[in-house]
């Protein structure tokens, strides 16, 4: 199989996979898109050259980028062992990033406080919102000279790119989950 060939077989497999897991039918991704059927049908058969405007069609209609239609195709889902994923140790908090791959300007962790633990935070860039919510125990953030007492299911929003800091003011394990977007330079 040439270049070319191989191409147009990882945009078909993309563009089916892509209409499929949106629950689509070719008739109803070809009329979203704008083109006939039989066009749309030659493109998932790897059988299609389409010109630049079809697969720009194509990409507006399935809600992706260009680039996701001929890239290489990722697994429909891949596992990850507790392992895995990257753990950092502060002092005695357990901070677990969440997320195997990073997602620009943000940050997902889950900090585990044990009893009396603290944690200082770092200020972010400014513009940072950060959302710290409590899944169990009491967390007290202090941020911009304000202080909340956290219990399970509670959630703060807050500006990321001043001090602040968490600790563990109840009897047993605290665990939160901390979000910050990062502020777009």
């Given at each position: 199989?040439?270049?070319?060939?191989?191409?147009?077989?990882?945009?078909?497999?993309?563009?089916?996979?892509?209409?499929?897991?949106?629950g689509?039918?070719?008739?109803?991704?070809?009329?979203?898109?704008?083109?006939?059927?039989?066009?749309?049908?030659?493109?998932?058969?790897?059988?299609?050259?389409?010109?630049?405007?079809?697969?720009?069609?194509?990409?507006?209609?399935?809600q992706?980028?260009?680039?996701?239609?001929?890239?290489t195709p990722?697994?429909?889902?891949?596992?990850?062992e507790?392992?895995?994923?990257?753990?950092?140790?502060?002092?005695?908090?357990?901070?677990?990033?969440?997320l195997?791959?990073?997602?620009p300007?943000?940050?997902?962790?889950?900090?585990?406080?044990?009893?009396?633990?603290?944690?200082?935070?770092?200020?972010?860039?400014?513009?940072?919102?950060?959302?710290?919510?409590?899944?169990?125990?009491?967390?007290?953030?202090?941020?911009?000279?304000?202080?909340?007492?956290?219990?399970?299911?509670?959630?703060?929003?807050?500006?990321?790119?001043?001090?602040?800091?968490?600790?563990?003011?109840?009897?047993?394990?605290?665990?939160?989950?901390?979000?910050?977007?990062?502020?777009?330079?």
């Open positions: 199989m040439d270049i070319d060939e191989a191409l147009c077989a990882r945009l078909g497999a993309n563009v089916k996979q892509l209409r499929e897991s949106r689509l039918t070719q008739a109803r991704i070809s009329k979203l898109a704008g083109i006939p059927r039989a066009t749309f049908a030659n493109l998932e058969s790897g059988e299609g050259n389409p010109t630049l405007a079809v697969l720009n069609r194509v990409a507006t209609a399935l992706v980028s260009l680039e996701e239609l001929v890239a990722r697994a429909a889902c891949r596992y990850y507790r392992e895995s994923l990257p753990v950092k140790k502060r002092g005695d908090v357990t901070v677990r990033r969440l195997p791959d990073p997602i300007a943000m940050e997902i962790d889950r900090m585990e406080l044990p009893r009396g633990a603290t944690l200082t935070g770092v200020p972010h860039t400014p513009g940072t919102r950060e959302y710290l919510m409590c899944e169990a125990g009491t967390i007290r953030l202090v941020a911009a000279g304000e202080s909340w007492d956290l219990r399970a299911g509670d959630l703060v929003v807050f500006r990321g790119d001043q001090r602040h800091s968490y600790a563990n003011v109840g009897k047993e394990t605290a665990v939160g989950y901390s979000v910050v977007m990062l502020a777009r330079g």
